[in-house]
């Protein structure tokens, strides 16, 4: 019974595994990084524009990356690091090891799949830490700021895990496109040119059809509901992806 | 008992016909060569075998067992190796062979049995990058043996060997059938290689089968060649040429025989005109060749 338990958790393990020394981690650590640390510049030069006399500073400076994150940054990461976690076994031909392993077929994918969600997760909580360490280090070099106020930390990372799922529709595209194909171009093109269209087409009445849209616009505003129609419907397109990945990958045959 | 039998097995890529309706018998505890020029269909064999490519259902069976409908039993119990081996070269040998475990559940303490059996016990800790093919190979046969599997299918495990690397390619081969009692099914196009290592083979030409049997079935049942000197070659040549199919060739004669007797016939008939014998011996036939004798005999055989 303990053993029936166990062996979903070494097999996602395993998945983790293969992760090591990948630029995968890196880039799910790197880009939030990297992006925080963008903002705090932005405030550090430009800070004084951005505040509100009297009013707590965190929520906005919360906010302040979300446009760019989320309608830019975000759709183009994920497109990344599904190339890039399938490309683990791509690059060194390793379907063929892994279908002749007494596993089942569909199985593969799922666990897969757990690993990518596990890098997106990991993504989010990146974007929440440093945003926030970011946001203390404003506290010691501009005190005049305000940022000795609370945090929203809760905030915070209900935002970037809202954003995660509201990804979800990409989140299962791009893996579907990753794991069938293996070249590593084709998915980063269709999904840069998915990212860049929506982009363009933002003012677009039809907008709410295009799901890589959707963590811009389930996050654009800071009342909005926590739950709300686009996660709901990119969840939805997740099993959907998810539910044809299992049987593309059951009746696969590695010629 | 057979281990793997296929019943008129057949395999299509589009339009075209890879396999032919094969037939296949690999007796338990043999070392079984799966020998075939390169395109002759050896690795779509395989692949069918393993489930990687959809064969007919009922057309293959291991242990008994219907690839189609018992997949995940049979894989627990056979290993393989495809061609080059798969694996992750960003990672150590260790660290690949722990990830096997982990998706096979299969307990961790195997690797050092494992790295050890197959002489890597002091390169486990390198990157996969370090290694040199001969490393990698070996590690792929680590990898099909993780689950202790009674039946190991190798595709062309010693392709881009060096000497040094195919001796102990062969020298873990017969080890693994001879003290851990593996049934080995490998495939090769190098006659040589498989006559040294096989108990048993099968010869595959365009998907088809020409020959299965005992390895030494082959030399019996088929034509082969007597390279020949004497102290007069011409002479020897009229002699012969009134029993067998002569001709010469580089100043040596090579004589057509069917049979282990004729070997000795053809001496007493040299002995007998009192021909001094420099040399005779059977040439060893290339694979060319010995597909030329088995199609030309019309020896297709299920």
Redo the contacts between chains.
Sequence with gaps: MA?RIL?PI??F??EL??L???LAIVVAVAVPLFIAFLSFVIYLSEGHKLIITGINPWKEYIYHLQKFWAGLLLPLTIILEASLINS?EHS?????????????KSSVYFYKLLSFLFLNMLMAISMTFFVQLFGYLLMLFKPEFGFNAPSFFGESLLLSLKMMLASSAIIGFQFFLSFHFRSFIIPMVIGFCLTIGTGIASSWKYILFLPYSYPSLSTSRQDAAVWDLYITIAVLSLAVLSAAGFYVSSKR??? | MNVIETKALRYN?GNKSVLNGIDLNVPTGSIFGFLGPNGSGKT?TI?TM?????APEKSITLFGKDIRTHR??I??N?G?L?E?P??????SGY?NL???C????TPKKRIEELLSIVSLADDGRKKMGKYSLSMKQRLGIA?ALL?DPDLLILDEPTNGLDPAGIRDMRHLIKMLNQEFSKTIFISSHLLYEVEMLCSHLAILNEGKLVFQGKASELSDKFARLLIIDTSDNDKAVGLIAQHYPVQVTGGLLEVVVKEKNDTADVSKILFRNELDIYRLEPKSQNLEELFFNLTANGSAHP
Excluded: C, V
């Excluded at chain 1, 379907?95 to 392993?101: H, N, P, R, S, V």
């Excluded at chain 2, 982990?102 to 559940?105: G, I, Y």
């Design positions: 053993q062996n070494i097999r393990y395993a595994q293969k090591k020394n990948t683990i060194n031909n390793m379907w063929k090891q892994i279908y002749t392993l007494p596993i089942s045959e590695i010629t | 890529f779509t692949r393993l489930g990687l490519a959809r995940i039993e894989l627990r056979t393989s495809i080059y798969a694996l992750y070269n960003h990672l660290d722990h990830i096997l982990n998706l096979t559940s990898a689950t």
